[in-house]
C-alpha cells in the first residue's frame, strides 16, 4: 500500500544512497532504517538493494513501483 511519502516521490527520479547515482524511482526501492532514533527512508537503485545494501538500523524495505 503506498505511503503519502511514495506518492511525495513519485515523480521520477531520486538519488541511490548506495552508488550516489541517479535513478528513476522506477527503479528503485525506498529502505528504512533509523537514525538518530528515527526512522528514515533511504533510496536506493534495485542493483544496490538486490545486492545486499542496506541502510544503518534497517527495518524494512518499501518498493515504489505498484503492481
Ligand atoms: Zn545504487
Known amino acids: 500500500m503506498p505511503s ?4 511525495q516521490n513519485k515523480a521520477l ?3 541511490c544512497v548506495a552508488c ?4 528513476s524511482t522506477e527503479s528503485a526501492v525506498a ?3 533509523v537514525e ?3 526512522h528514515k527512508q533511504y533510496v536506493a537503485c534495485n542493483a544496490c538493494a538486490n545486492g545486499g545494501w542496506r541502510p ?3 527495518v ?3 518498493a515504489f513501483r505498484r503492481e
Open 13 to 15: 527520479t531520486a538519488t
Open 31 to 33: 529502505l528504512t532504517g
Open 4 to 7: 503519502d511519502k511514495a506518492k
Open 56 to 58: 544503518p538500523g534497517f
Open 20 to 23: 550516489n547515482k541517479p535513478v
Open 60 to 62: 524494512g524495505l518499501y
Open 36 to 38: 538518530d532514533g528515527r
